[in-house]
């Protein structure tokens, strides 16, 4: 009997992928004697965040978002101070400074990263302009050298958004040490996740300490439990984004599969790359671009359609084929809050205009099994751009 493709068992664009000791783990925390942020869990997720990442300290938040929050309580923006962010990016990069007042001057990508372009940034710089945020698309890396020196010459704060690019190096060198902070994401569509969770980077004892008043809302409690200070008082702003222990506990599982996770991700990522080359190229396709001393991290697989058109029917025609593939992100500089609370670079976005239009996402994940994989890449070398 001919089967034909819509008996087939769709393949989901996300599965959540469950590690050998994440069930023991949630057991341990539901019984153990700390529930809230300050258990066993917590700190062992935060030791094996600093040995992947290579961050000298680091913090657990509860979500990328609130990561990202905790940044912009360190970096300390002023109502009416400027942060150059792109505008290719999911919301919270720039809703964080618009919260405090401060005003998002969204930048273009580049075209074959689309990550932040380093050569629009000098001209969105004015005398309000506090801080640079690089958003590390897919896990591939910003044009770090030449970030690190613009904001060393204009004295900015410059914050890395590493939820894509956990364990993932520019020329050797760990993403997410470069910036004064990083923002890490374990949501579940993250590479390591547990359901909601988050973590920030960070270069050194000063602004560890800073950190952990701040995610206590703004108390000294850190130092009170490790029985430094006698009572622990409000001395700066804050919030709590303090980690449940039974979440910490997920996550802990799920960093210590890190290299089992990452090798399935890449062999996926590769797979497709290798596999859809011909038929990109004869279709007008452009597959991610990869910039000599990046070491990505498998975070996403994309395609650059050549217009809206062939991408909507492409998704179409993916479904048909039982394969669930989505967009992402609406260019945020003209976005309704973004007009509103924003204001764009000089040079304008249109890359981001453009690319927001024509990209088209992939299944990628740990347990993509190799017959779902030749599945994607059937479905979609069986689409013809017109
Ligand atoms: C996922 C993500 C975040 C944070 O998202 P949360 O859902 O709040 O954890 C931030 N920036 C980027 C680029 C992301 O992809």
Known sequence: MRVTTSELTPIPFNRTYVAENQHEYVLSAMHGKWASGYGRFNEQATDLIRKISGAEHAVLTTSGSTALDLAAF???????????VPSYTFVAVANVWAVRGAVPVFVDCRPDTLNIDEEAIEAAIT??????????YGGVACEMTRLVKIAERYDLALVEDNAHGFGASYHGRPLGTFGNLAALSFHASKNVQCGEGGGVMLPDAEIARRADIARENGTNRREF?????????????????MLAELLAAQLTAQLEAFDEIQRQRHEVWRFYDEELADWAAANGVARPGVPDGCDHAAHLY???LPD??????????????????????MPLHNSVAGLRFGRVAPDGCPVAESVSDRLI??????GLT?????????????YRVR
């Open 370 to 382: 190799e017959g779902e994989r030749e599945r994607v890449v059937r479905a979609v070398t069986g």
């Open 302 to 304: 994309y395609l650059l």
């Open 361 to 366: 996402r992939l299944p990628l994940y740990a």
């Open 225 to 241: 439990f490790r029985g430094q200070v006698d009572k622990y008082r409000w001395i700066e702003k804050g919030a709590n984004y």
């Open 308 to 329: 809206l058109a062939s991408r909507e029917g492409m998704i179409a025609h993916l479904a048909r084929h039982g394969v669930q593939a989505h967009f992402h992100y």
């Open 127 to 136: 005398s309000r302009t506090r801080a640079i945020v690089a958003m590390h």
């Open 74 to 84: 360190l970096v300390d923006v002023e109502p009416g101070d400027e942060v150059l």
